[in-house]
């Protein structure tokens, strides 16, 4: 973090990046810059333009996703102002040596974490706090009909989520129903 306020490592899948904001703190508590262009450009070499900013609450086991837009593929900003969520991105894009891959990890409102997700992928989270309030910018606007849902629990992706033996997950109808991998259109 040389000059810059915002640190960005890469994951198993390079082009997902876990984003880490210089946080000042004191007796007072803390402040920091949730985002900033230009130390973002600079952080990721990336030049996106963010359109829309989402937030969302949701209560424990709570899964949302694995979504993705297909016409309007949308890169995706992510972090977490209350509690704690487990994060995953599923790489759809079939020219990539990731393709098929997934990571996963925990952001919190404690760990200042933010993950970048590029076009190109699927997208969910499993709530692990009592509650968690979810934000996110995307580089292209909330398209419908575009609108996918790859099956969160597909066994040819096998991810690992974290959810104690004896929960399950709480899943809207649209989440339930999700598509297998094989149907699950591709980038």
Known sequence: MADTKLQA?????????????????DNR??????FNAHDFAKATALNVEFVQDNHSLSRQWT??????????????????????VFDVAVDLRKDYATFGKWVGLEISAENHKQLWIPPGFAHGFLVLSETAEFLYKTTDYY?????????????????????????????????????????????
């Open 143 to 187: 398209d419908p009909q575009s609108e996918v849902c790859l099956s969160w629990c597909d066994p040819s992706i096998k991810i690992d989520w974290p959810i104690p033996l004896g929960k399950q997950a709480l899943l809207n109808a649209k989440d339930a129903a999700g598509l297998a991998w094989d149907a699950a259109p591709k980038f």
């Open 63 to 84: 899964l949302r996703g694995l979504h993705y837009q297909l016409k309007h593929a949308q890169g995706k900003l992510v972090r977490v102002t209350v509690g704690s």
């Open 9 to 25: 490592t890469p994951t198993a899948i390079p082009d997902v990046l876990v984003l880490e904001p210089k946080v000042f703190g």
């Open 29 to 34: 508590g803390w402040f920091t810059e949730s």
